[in-house]
T-cell receptor, first 108, second 117 residues
Framework: SQQGEEDPQALSIQEGENATMNCSYK?????LQWYRQNSGRGLVHLIL?????REKHSGRLRVTLDTSKKSSSLLITASRAADTASYFC????????FGTGTRLTVIP | GAVVSQHPSWVICKSGTSVKIECRSL??????MFWYRQFPKQSLMLMAT?????????EQGVEKDKFLINHASLTLSTLTVTSAHPEDSSFYIC?????????????FGPGTRLTVT
């Protein structure tokens, strides 16, 4: 199945530090999305990057995409305690396939 | 805009009973709705895709007779867990979208936590 795998599975950092999460996927894609999920809550769409884009910014978020390596990264700069959540990379257009997720903990 | 609601947000039921979960797109018409389930500390898994007015398409391994999906209108889809068992306890999330192709974006509901005792 077209499923991404995030690395690391869990990440714990101090507030103010940067957090980097990586995602690898298996098949060719048209776009890749990143979502966040607070514990036991619904999903929030963060950013979408198309296959012809290499980098995209949104506020404190920076996403890169390397289609030759079938990988993407999500960088959260100047992290805050409120960024504590699980982050998923997602591939697919109509049917979405979720990666395993990275659990980020930002310590105040 | 693009708000999706789910009802109920949590439900506890006894083993053997059926539970219905509603998913509504509040401010747009959703030609397609998706149902996911998520076990604790795991990723979301797509269960089925439903298009308005047609039968749902189930992913491999998902029992269609157990998880009944109805998508009767462009703003409402329901998931009924029939004869629920404790192993059906999970977090169920729906999403709604329209259009297709690159750049397509789904909007997710807040989820329903089902506990079967």
């Amino acid at each position: 199945s077209q499923q991404g795998e995030e690395d690391p599975q869990a990440l714990s950092i101090q507030e103010g530090e940067n957090a980097t999460m990586n995602c690898s996927y298996k098949t060719s894609i048209n776009n890749l999305q990143w979502y966040r999920q607070n514990s036991g809550r619904g999903l929030v769409h963060l950013i979408l990057i198309r296959s012809n884009e290499r980098e995209k910014h949104s506020g404190r978020l920076r996403v890169t995409l390397d289609t030759s390596k079938k990988s993407s990264s999500l960088l959260i700069t100047a992290s805050r305690a409120a960024d504590t959540a699980s982050y998923f990379c997602v591939t697919g257009a109509n049917n979405l396939f979720f990666g395993t997720g990275t659990r980020l903990t930002v310590i105040p | 805009g693009a708000v999706v609601s789910q009802h109920p947000s949590w439900v506890i039921c006894k083993s053997g009973t059926s539970v219905k979960i509603e998913c509504r797109s509040l401010d747009f018409q959703a030609t397609t709705m998706f149902w996911y389930r998520q076990f604790p500390k795991q990723s979301l898994m797509l269960m089925a895709t439903s298009n308005e007015g047609s039968k749902a398409t189930y992913e491999q391994g998902v029992e269609k007779d157990k998880f009944l999906i109805n998508h009767a209108s462009l703003t409402l889809s329901t998931l009924t867990v029939t004869s629920a068992h404790p192993e059906d306890s999970s977090f169920y999330i729906c999403s709604a979208g329209s259009g297709a192709g690159a750049g397509y974006e789904q909007y997710f509901g807040p989820g329903t936590r089902l506990t079967v005792t």
